[in-house]
């Protein structure tokens, strides 16, 4: 039997279980360790919310790892807060074998984290990657195809009361999936202000993020007011301009050449539907569609060395680490 392993079972966590409870490539086992009985009630309840697949044959609920005690992983998340990962990481390689994993993001709060993670996982045989899901849709796939050969995209993301300090990454590894860069520069110039997050102990930012790699570029912009949130995607190229509307399910795509306008739909997944098929990708030896640990350690470095600047010089010059998970 295959052991599943998910450690931090909050608010994203506990969906991550409810992907995890449809897997059916073979029997498996699922052990959720979290040092809050609350957020493991949590996983209870959204748990009941899902059919659960015949063949997982077991599931457990644990404070710690020392209590989950599993020697060997077959495949694991880690969907704690950004500042505990470090650790967790560490906990989790010093004391289980692990053959495949699964970080959320951002994955730390520094470049010096980023780095000591690094040189951790280069010491162990497991293989890993970033959740940004994105590069799982399929519109987003199709997309891809259609910019691959443009020599540059361009992409805007704009709306309103998203945390754009916590989501950026998400869409920065949407612009290099579509044919943007790894090695770009970081613009932080038009960020405005810092608010509380409405996770305890973090901090959001409005105004607006850019970046540039060669011929590709992406901004980020969002604002605070009292309208639901909303997030709008552009992107252009020297052919294309591509407007999707994640919320709507929807992409309109404008061929230049011509004028002709093209609507697909474009259905977005949750990440209840997600997870268990990057485990059984994995499992079943290929490459699930996701950025690698080095692929998504690349466009972490810039994006955590530019804000932390930023946090410094709005408002402790001696912060050690980025206040953003």
């Known amino acids: 039997m295959q052991q599943l392993l998910l450690i931090g079972a909050g608010q994203l966590g506990s969906r991550h279980l409810q992907a995890l409870a449809q897997f059916q490539a073979s029997d498996v086992a699922i052990t959720v360790v979290d040092p809050s009985p609350a957020a493991l009630a949590l996983a209870r309840e959204r748990l009941a919310q899902v059919t659960a697949s015949p063949q997982v044959r077991d599931i457990r609920y644990c404070l710690d790892l020392d209590e989950a005690a599993i020697p060997a992983v077959d495949f694991c998340v880690i969907a704690t807060s950004a500042n505990c990962r470090l650790s967790v990481l560490r906990d989790l390689l010093g004391r289980s074998a692990v053959r495949y994993l699964l970080l959320e993001k951002v994955l730390f709060q520094s470049v010096a984290q980023l780095d000591e993670a690094s040189a951790l996982l280069a010491a162990f045989p497991t293989r890993t990657w970033v959740n940004c899901p994105r590069r799982m849709f399929p519109g987003y796939q199709h997309l891809r195809e259609l910019l691959s050969s443009e020599g540059g995209v361009s992409l805007h993301v704009a709306g309103n009361n998203w945390g754009m300090a916590c989501n950026a990454i998400h869409f920065i590894d ?9 090695d770009y520069v970081l613009d932080t110039s038009g960020l ?4 509380a997050s409405k996770r305890q102990g973090y901090q959001e930012v409005t105004g607006r993020l850019a970046g ?3 011929n590709s570029r992406f901004e980020l912009a969002v604002c605070v007011d009292e309208a639901p949130a909303r997030v709008r995607v552009h992107l252009e190229s020297a052919n294309y301009a591509i407007d999707v509307d994640e919320a709507a399910g929807e992409c309109r795509i404008t061929y230049k050449a011509d004028g002709r306008v093209e609507t697909i739909p474009f259905p977005v997944s949750y ?4 997870t268990h098929l990057v485990a059984q990708s994995v499992l079943a030896g290929e490459m699930p569609a996701l950025a690698t640990y080095a692929e998504s350690s ?12 930023f946090f410094r010089g709005h408002d402790d010059a001696a912060l050690l680490v980025c206040p953003i998970t």
């Open 192 to 195: 405005q202000a810092v608010l």
């Open 212 to 214: 540039r790699a060669g």
């Open 298 to 309: 690349a466009l972490h470095r810039p994006f955590l060395a530019g804000m932390l600047d």
């Open 271 to 274: 990440q209840s539907q997600l």
């Open 174 to 182: 949407l612009w290099a999936f579509v044919g943007g860069g790894t």
